[in-house]
């Protein structure tokens, strides 16, 4: 353990700047989305609810924000069932066991998910004042969220339940030194066991997640739901140039499993989201990726150690020569 909390740590302190956009640059993924609880989960959302947590280093000592962008359930971006009559509720936890609870990581909104001190909750259906535009919670002291020893500073959870109607809601996120612009906290970064997001409809466009494998992991087991057949998924890594996954039909998961190279071990895997022509337009896809232990590996906006580049080298030695 401590072997790991020592690499984490090292490879933590060169994430970028701008880890805690939600989606950030790098995923290159438009909206995060959450479905009311009235509808199909053929439209993309197999639980009608996403959680999301922030990570405040314990170097900083100011004030932030939590932000959210386009926050209501109507207007410009969200994608409509006939008229809009959904609820979003979006809920702030710290303190105790926000993180430490198993329940806080599980992959379906069961149990004690909410555990953890309640910091603010928010409704919002449909409001035109804050379509297309930012919505701010806060401030909040950083020592209010959970202080986690392996990580060297506090982690604030951030759940989206879609408490009722049938429509869809996209939405992004930002940790803020600032009420009202997005600055970033250096050195912090946001992460989810599971991610519910809307794709690209350019097919051009790429979009990539990057969970996190640490030394004990042997195998990885991915899983996505209705992915619509909307081409391939890859993964590829610094030791992997790349493994095409199974992928989803409509409203149903699909799952493989692939062993892991020596050389990803304590690094982050790539996995890349490759459209067809003509694409699927507003695809939504559900994506989780497990350990042989059945645990959830996290997906940092910001990968940890830095997006993972293919290095032919690190595939073997060379043979000896013979004599």
Request: overall charge negative; some cysteine.
């Amino acid at each position: 353990m401590k072997k790991f909390l020592f690499l984490f740590i090292f490879l933590y302190a060169g994430t970028s700047v701008w880890a805690q956009a939600v989606p950030s640059q790098d995923e290159n993924i438009p909206f995060l989305i959450t479905f009311g609880k009235q509808s199909s989960i053929t439209w993309g959302d197999d639980d009608f609810s996403q959680t999301f947590f922030f990570l405040v280093p314990e170097t900083y000592t100011g004030m932030l924000f939590i932000r959210i962008f386009d926050a209501d359930t109507g207007g410009k971006h969200d994608e409509a069932k006939g008229p809009f009559d959904t609820k979003m509720q979006y809920s702030l936890y710290g303190g105790k066991q926000a993180y430490s609870h198993p329940d806080a990581k599980n992959l379906d909104p069961i149990g004690n998910y909410k555990s953890g001190n309640l910091l603010t909750s928010k409704t919002v259906g449909v409001d035109p004042k804050l379509d297309d535009k930012w919505l701010t919670l806060g401030p909040f002291n950083p020592t209010e969220g959970e202080y986690i020893e392996d990580f060297k500073g506090y982690i604030f959870k951030l759940i989206c339940d879609g408490i009722s109607g049938d429509d869809g809601n996209l939405y992004r996120y930002f940790m803020s030194t600032s009420a009202n612009e997005n600055i970033a906290i250096e050195g912090g970064n946001a992460f989810a066991f599971e991610y519910s997001f809307r794709m690209h409809d350019d097919p051009n466009e790429v979009s990539h997640i990057y969970p996190f494998v640490d030394e004990k992991v042997i195998t990885v087991e991915q899983s996505n739901f209705d992915w619509d057949n909307d081409g391939k998924i890859r993964v590829s890594s610094e030791a992997r140039l790349e493994l095409f996954c199974a992928v989803s039909g409509d409203g149903v998961w699909a799952r493989s499993t692939f062993v892991l190279l020596e050389g990803e071990k304590g690094k982050s895997l790539n996995f890349t989201f490759l459209k067809k022509k003509p694409a699927v337009l507003n695809n939504n896809v559900v994506i989780y990726v497990r350990n042989q232990y059945g645990e959830s590996l996290p997906f940092y906006t910001s990968p940890i150690g830095g997006v993972p580049k293919y290095k032919y080298k690190i595939q073997g030695q060379k043979a000896p020569k013979k004599n």
